[in-house]
């Protein structure tokens, strides 16, 4: 008893901050990765939420950042996962911001940061490391530099988009330049842009990641995170990447042999339901859980496109059309910001009407418990790295129309490596547009049909070959393990 007492104050003695950039998509995996080491490995967490708070607001005085109360406590009367403020001033909206301001304002509150970890450390809770999000490493590393403190870099895409990265950071054998071209109009989708890249499958030029919906030039997006990916293969103790073995194994073997920096896939997706303290802009609507309980089994179309997405207003009318003409039961996420311009009330109205009953529409969901939910029965999905692994944890099948980034690449993952999900064809002649016809036609083929039934098997072994990584013993908790213990 003595030695497990001993143990167990070993292990409180670890002290991480984390902080996320300031979106959903990296939010939550960090919450998510700083929960598991808070249950399994006894962390005190620090969580520094970067809020955003809008132009001309004054960022709140440090005093107010720390909520831990006095150096006196006990270890046992702090909660072990306590969450701070550091706001963002002069970014109050997401969508009128540069992916490159956003970084920068980012990286700016790295004063704030060092302050708030030297005051932790003079209230007698010593930080042990720094948990950063990928894109949050240039707020970090210099702090992290100047405190001596271990950073750990949390990847919160696949592998296979930060070996990507990787090759296209070398210039060899993908160049920047051909990485651009691969979506100019005069370049067929479906030709080969690439072939023979260790732990990459052969790419087309459809699966080659852009940034085309963005307001930043695709070039100086590429070549800032380029830069972030140096910064942290120099400066980081260690990547962890929130993916599994049994899903991209020669990918996590293929980085693991070709960077410097430590690589641990660790895969952090699969957390308690009842626990889940993600944060995001949007209130959870739980109202659409006892709605499911009402409707059979397997039957619903989750749809939801996560949180950075925009919609043209002719691609919602497509999609509004397709969905309803496929006569299934669907749960909508429509985000008031996800199309410009339309009167968000009398579109909900219009379109809970024309569903006679068949649809729910909502601004944000408890993503987790509606994939966990045994009535729905598919997700249409933009294949945000979070959504596609969220999905597969619970067994659901994507119907896939991929948005930008690395949405591409997942697509082409889910649906040709894995063989869970299909592509919406919508997209196969570039520029031509979505069509509700062939959208009706995809969700009910998805839903209904024989290849709808065959991803449906499919996502169910996969859950299950995935979920075993996680387990006790498993190898994302042995990773998680060499991680924690080479932080010692
Ligand atoms: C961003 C990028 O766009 C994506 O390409 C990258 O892989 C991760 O970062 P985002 O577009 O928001 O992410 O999508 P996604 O990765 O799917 O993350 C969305 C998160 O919000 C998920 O954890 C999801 O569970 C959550 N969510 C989404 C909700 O909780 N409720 C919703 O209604 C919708």
Redesign the pocket.
């Given at each position: 008893a003595l030695q497990e007492q001993q143990g167990r104050k070993e292990k409180q003695q670890h002290h991480a901050v984390a902080l996320a950039f300031p979106?959903?998509?990296?939010?939550?995996?960090v919450i998510r990765f700083c929960k598991l080491l808070v249950k399994l490995h006894g962390f005190a967490v620090t969580f520094v939420d970067l809020r955003p708070v809008p132009e001309g607001s004054q960022a709140l005085p440090h005093t107010s950042m720390a909520t831990p109360s006095s150096a006196g406590d006990e270890q046992q009367s702090v909660p072990l996962f306590r969450r701070v403020q550091i706001p963002i001033a002069g970014v109050s909206d997401l969508f009128n911001i540069s992916f490159q301001s956003l970084f920068e304002k980012t990286a700016s509150v790295g004063p704030d940061l060092e302050r708030l970890i030297v005051s932790l450390n003079d209230q007698g809770r010593p930080v042990t490391c720094i948990v950063a999000s990928f894109n949050a490493t240039f707020t970090v590393q210099s702090v992290a530099d100047k405190l001596h403190i271990p950073f750990v870099a949390l990847y919160?895409?696949?592998a296979s988009?930060l070996l990507f990265t990787h090759y296209l950071s070398r210039d060899d054998p993908i160049s920047l330049q051909s990485v651009i071209e691969a979506h100019s109009p005069t370049k067929d989708r479906e030709d080969v842009f690439c072939r023979g890249l260790p732990g990459l499958p052969t790419l087309f030029n459809k699966d080659v990641p852009h940034f085309k919906h963005v307001k930043d030039e695709t070039r100086d997006l590429w070549e800032l995170i380029i830069r972030i990916w140096k910064a942290c293969s120099a400066k980081a103790h260690a990547v962890a990447i929130n993916t599994v073995q049994d899903l991209e194994e020669t990918t996590c073997r293929a980085l693991a042999d070709a960077c410097d920096v430590p690589i641990y896939d660790v895969g952090f997706?699969m957390e308690d339901l009842s626990d889940?303290i993600?944060i995001?802009s949007?209130k959870?609507?739980k109202s659409c859980i006892p709605w499911l309980d009402q409707q059979p089994n397997a039957s619903v179309l989750y749809i939801?496109?996560?949180?950075?997405?925009l919609l043209s207003q002719a691609e919602f009318h497509a999609f509004i059309d397709g969905v309803i003409s496929s006569k299934q039961r669907f749960l909508w996420?429509l985000?008031p910001d996800l199309v410009k311009d339309i009167d968000y009330s009398v579109m909900v109205m219009d379109i809970m009407e024309k569903s006679e009953g068949k649809g729910l529409v909502?601004?944000?969901?408890?993503?987790?418990q509606?994939?966990a939910h045994p009535s729905v029965g598919g997700f249409l999905?933009?294949?945000?790295?979070?959504?596609?692994?969220?999905s597969i944890a619970f067994g659901v099948p994507m119907l896939c129309w991929p948005?930008?980034?690395?949405?591409l690449l997942?697509a082409r993952y889910i649906v040709d490596e894995w063989k869970v999900g299909f592509e919406l064809d919508t997209k196969k002649e570039e520029g031509s547009g979505l069509k509700s016809q062939e959208i009706e036609t995809a969700i009910w083929a998805f839903m209904e049909g024989e290849e709808g039934k065959i991803v449906r098997k499919n996502a169910q072994k996969l859950k299950e070959k995935a979920s075993c990584c996680l387990l006790e013993n498993g190898p994302s908790y042995m990773k998680l393990k060499a991680l924690v213990d080479s932080l010692k």
């Open positions: 979106t959903s998509g990296h939010v939550n995996p919160p895409c696949a988009r997706w889940d993600a995001s949007w959870e609507d939801s496109f996560g949180s950075l997405t996420v985000r909502i601004e944000w969901a408890p993503q987790l509606v994939l999905t933009h294949c945000g790295w979070n959504s596609t692994s969220e948005y930008f980034s690395d949405q997942n």
